[in-house]
């Protein structure tokens, strides 16, 4: 069974251009989560899918990111236009169910914004 | 609200050494904890796990203590090889919550030969 793919693994990107993110989810999960590590900080929920439905995104930093996951499959996270801060890892996870089922992590994209 | 602490790193061991990273709590309720790795080039993985106090959760060799009188949660491994150099995160998600994990920053570990 294959694992979680991000794409790309590393981007570099001016201030004030637009970067997409892709996450493929393990087939047959429904719930797929968006994360991002900032340098030497916390790993940080961004939003929570439930098929093509976001169920949860508090943690979205504000409107700048946006995220679709179209026919609830595979999921993309946009930034436009890009800020010095949003630099950092941006993990995807996904799992069959929602509650305490563990969540399976993608490698990541390391995105450093100049 | 729910947060983590664990000790910076990075941990530098020498091959067979004992390892201990330091994990401390603050949540409400009765949180499940977790520790994840992160091998250099791969996903966050669960490494293990304990859902209530005084659980010991395992794997791999590697060993944590759900202690809800210390709100700790410290990884200890006995005798760790060069092969267990990776970045590792403390963990938990509360019972009643939408069982999100709230991580730690992330303990670096490196073990020379």
């Known amino acids: 069974e294959a694992g979680v793919t991000q794409f790309p693994s590393h981007s570099v990107i001016e201030k004030g251009q637009t970067v997409t993110l892709r996450c493929d989810p393990i087939s047959g999960h429904d719930n797929l989560y968006w994360y991002r590590r900032v340098m030497g900080k916390e790993i940080k929920f961004l939003l929570h899918?439930?098929?093509?439905?976001?169920?949860?995104e508090s943690g979205m930093p504000n409107n700048r990111f946006l995220a679709e996951r179209t026919g609830g499959t595979y999921s993309t996270l946009k930034v436009q236009p890009a800020e010095l801060e949003d630099s950092g890892v941006y993990f995807c996870?996904?799992?069959?169910?929602?509650?305490?089922?563990?969540?399976?992590f993608g490698p990541g994209t390391r995105l450093l914004v100049l | 609200g729910d947060s983590v602490t664990q000790m910076e790193g990075p941990v530098t061991l020498s091959e067979e050494a004992f390892l201990t990273i330091n994990c401390t709590y603050t949540a409400t309720g009765y949180p499940s904890l977790f520790w994840y790795v992160q091998y250099p080039g791969e996903g966050l993985q669960l490494l293990l796990k304990a859902t209530k106090a005084d659980d010991k959760g395992s794997n791999k060799g590697f060993e944590a203590t759900y202690r809800k009188e210390t709100t700790s949660f410290h990884l200890e491994k006995g005798s760790v090889q060069v092969s267990d150099s990776a970045v590792y995160f403390c963990?938990?998600?509360?019972?009643?919550?939408?069982?999100?994990?709230?991580f730690g920053r992330g303990t670096s570990l490196i073990v020379h030969p």
């Open positions: 899918f439930v098929k093509e439905s976001k169920q949860d």
């Open positions: 963990a938990l998600s509360s019972s009643g919550g939408s069982y999100i994990p709230t």
């Open positions: 996870a996904s799992s069959r169910d929602r509650g305490k089922e563990t969540q399976y």
